[in-house]
């Protein structure tokens, strides 16, 4: 026997008020006067797109990423950074195929991998525009003071060469401010991780009170409001989304463009290429770098009259040349300490030289003990999922780039790369939380069994004792000075050529 549904009281007037809320989007996708229903919020956060708003395929250019590992041939012929070219394609909607521009993305040299793209969030050259357009802009801050390139300016790094941004209100920020240099490799955003994208970070700083926030109610709800009073803004949102300005549009256009802010091909990744050439040519099989290929590719930049790359490793481009030889072994020795005695690559590894995980260095503790301002990582950690190594864990940063993108970890603290060399140096800085990466861990097995045993221990001291009385004994690496000189001038040699000015410039935007 057939069942009859009802509709509870409860049901019916909730079920009303979703049929408004997507009539008011739909209304809002197609053009119509901004005038919600009663009792309907206006939907700020997101939009159903209205595919009759968005440009046509056919207008529709792709932007795509070429890697030299991935497409060797295609990636040698690009001349450049930015490269407008044209495409085939078929219209996924009608089956219809259509000539369309594209531009190609020549990925810098040492990034083997391209840029993970969402599907959600395709690369078009009218997106980025749109989100290059947001990150320069002060539109999304309450007063207009602030945007996303104040404290992430191109001159700087992308940072802001300060140890803490000042944000609306001239308030001052808790934490260093990240480069977005290469962000797009990131596999977590914000030095604590709370981003899993670079979506959902883009979202942050204009909620932030410290950074782009002086309101009191919704900011994203303000934020788009002020969007929508622009013409010029809501034409492209509806271009581009198929609605006008929404939290959602906003946060990937911005995205898509940082997701191009690439440095790559430095002095490094071109004597890595030239010793690859090498290898080849005498038939070796032996993948090692060499002096000779520093000496080359430092010779190769004078020829070039390369200064960025020169003068990141404190070379005068006009008078220096002789020194080639003599930089290629300290080089090749600063790479050795890197991968060897000074232990970067236990956490500095990959194309962007970072393990994508989160470390306690003691960054923020003062006499062994840390405050809970510095946590870092375990307070972003769900409850039922907190983990005790964690405490006081921040991300591990790339390591490319490092010369313009100063002071250093995520307090500012360290303000040159010698001092950075230095707090490894001494095992950083002793806490209970003290990451294993940076202890004597078999001093401290060795502590312990000599207590358990009566007998008398001979190792390295205890720096601290944790609560529960388990030794803190820091990994001293005993560096000498020649040694710190040559490795900070190895991490000099990941400075790759500055951001093309396609993306860096703030005028600069392509002919439609």
Known sequence: MPTTRRFSSVAVPALAVGLFAFAWTASFAQDKPHDPPAGVKDPHDAAIPNDALKAPFKDTAPIIFVTRNQGAAEWAKLPAYWNETTEQATDPITGEKATRRAVKIKVPLGLGTFPTVPPRNAMTVAKWELGKRLYFDKILSTNN????????????????????????????????????????????????????????????????????????????????????????????????????????????????????????????????????????????????????????????????????????????????????????????????????????????????????AFHNLGVGAKDGSLPESEYGRWTRLPTGDKDETQVGAFKTPGLRALVGTGPYMHSGDEKTLEAVIDLYDRGGNANEFLDAKMRDTDAERAFLKAKADGTTYTGPKPTIFTRGGRPIIPFKLNLTAAEKADLVLFLKALEGDPIDPTVADPNWYPKN
């Open 145 to 356: 003071t602030v945007a996303c390139a104040s404290c992430h300016q191109p001159g700087k790094g992308y940072g802001d060469a300060r140890k803490v941004s000042i944000g609306i209100a001239n308030n001052l920020g808790g934490v260093n401010a990240p480069t977005v240099i290469n962000s797009a490799y990131n596999q977590f955003q914000f030095w604590d991780g709370r981003a899993a994208s670079l979506e959902e970070q883009a979202q942050g700083p204009v909620g932030n009170p410290l950074e782009m926030f002086a309101g009191k109610g919704d900011h994203w709800e303000e934020a788009v409001v002020r969007l929508r009073k622009s013409p010029e803004y809501v034409k492209a949102f509806r271009a581009v989304f198929g609605h006008g300005p929404t939290r959602d549009a906003a946060s990937k256009a911005i995205a898509a463009y940082e997701r191009t802010v690439l440095s790559g091909n430095s002095v490094h990744d071109r004597a890595d290429l030239l010793m690859r050439k090498r290898v080849a040519e005498e038939e070796s099989g032996k993948f090692d770098l060499k002096a000779e290929d520093y000496a080359a590719a430092v010779k190769a930049a004078f020829a070039a009259k390369d200064a960025p790359a020169l003068t990141a490793l404190g070379l005068d481009p006009a008078a220096d040349a002789d020194k080639a030889a003599a930089v290629g072994a300290k080089l090749v020795n600063g790479r050795t300490l890197f991968f060897g005695k000074a232990r970067c690559s236990n956490c500095h590894v990959g194309d962007n030289f970072t393990d994508h």
